[in-house]
């Protein structure tokens, strides 16, 4: 990629709108935008063993599964770097990513994130020490079926929480993940672009696994929740991430070669659907029944007059019968 020059642009894989001017990379090794001195600089942290003290911000008490054999710069097909204290994953994998560091499966994960984002650059609150913040890096699929990029990371973690935990997460659209009427977490893709094509796609996602209620303001409180004030169980981050690294590699096959299914699931997954909403888009607010989504991503909805329109950005508002509440300020 040297000489060429690379764009990040976010929100362009998920269907729900373009926000430029998030990152701007140019090859060689420059990230404009991004505070390299708080990303580039930062090393990896040392694994916290079972036996021993504490390392890098991880102690072995609040995760009792966590061995040192865990966080090795492998796992499987994945290329994994693990930080301690980073102010975004997805700003560290840009800085990877141009230095050439990444592989064709690759993880960022962070211990804690003090700068994260969602969309429109909401800002994600997340303790130290007790949540999953990690960005994805990998291959762009065929142009047509991008959007489908977050369809399948959402499916694939709903699938690996529930599978660990034996809650009933589910994705909501566009990109929140949630554990009945509360947010538990989100994602934000961004695409990288060369040569005026997309190549590769970052695909952030926060969780709140082991977070309590008295960590979340007054506010967040009402509208969201972690693994831990479901289950009354503290959980392995690990074990969370590896289950979502599996998931997502079997779902991303599925965008190019079996798309009917990863959409019928990922439909069948989200309590959206089927459901009377409001939703605020770029028009102004729609009221509508959620039908599905479509083959790039974007909610099918029919309206009380049976006329049926596709939403490819908004949120879904108060006053709706999830009454799920906006997710500004809870990653995403």
């Known amino acids: 990629m040297a000489g060429e020059t690379c764009k990040i642009i976010a929100d362009t894989v998920t269907g729900v709108g373009t926000a430029t001017g998030v990152g701007t990379i140019t090859a060689p090794g420059t990230v404009t935008g991004v505070d390299e001195s708080k990303t580039s600089a930062v090393a990896p942290i040392t694994v916290a063993d079972e036996s021993g003290g504490t390392t890098g911000g991880i102690s072995p008490a609040k995760e009792p599964i966590l061995s040192e054999s865990a966080w090795k710069t492998r796992y499987g097909k994945w290329k994994i770097f693990l930080y301690g204290s980073v102010g975004s994953t997805n700003d560290v994998a840009k800085t990877l990513f141009l230095n050439h560091q990444t592989g064709q499966w690759t993880a960022v994960i962070a211990n804690h994130q003090w700068a994260g984002r969602g969309r429109f650059n909401r800002k994600w609150f997340s303790p130290s020490g007790l949540n999953v913040c990690m960005t994805l890096i990998v ?55 060369a040569a005026n094509r997309i190549t590769h796609v970052l695909m952030g996602i926060g969780i709140n696994v082991n977070t309590r209620s008295e960590h979340f303001s007054p506010e967040l409180r009402l509208r969201a929740t ?70 790039t991503g974007r909610l099918i909805v029919e309206r009380s007059s049976g006329i049926r329109i596709t939403i490819s950005a908004g949120d879904l508002l108060d006053g709706s019968v999830l009454n799920c509440g906006i997710s500004e300020g809870v990653n995403g």
């Open 139 to 193: 291959k762009a699929v065929e142009l047509r079926n991008l959007p489908l990029m977050n369809v399948a990371l959402s499916l694939a973690t709903v699938k690996a929480i529930n599978k660990a935990t034996n809650l009933a997460t589910w994705p909501r659209w566009p990109n929140d993940l949630y554990c009945g009427e509360k947010k538990l977490g989100g994602i934000l893709s961004e695409s990288i672009s």
């Open 226 to 295: 972690s693994l831990l004030e479901e289950t009354g169980l503290q959980w392995a981050r690990w074990d969370i991430v590896r289950s979502i690294l599996d998931e997502f590699a079997t779902c991303y096959t599925a965008i190019d070669n079996d798309k009917t299914t990863l959409l019928d699931q990922w439909s069948r997954a989200c309590r959206t659907i089927g459901r009377k909403i409001r939703i605020s888009t770029h028009d102004g607010e729609v009221d509508a029944v959620a039908l599905g989504i479509d083959e």
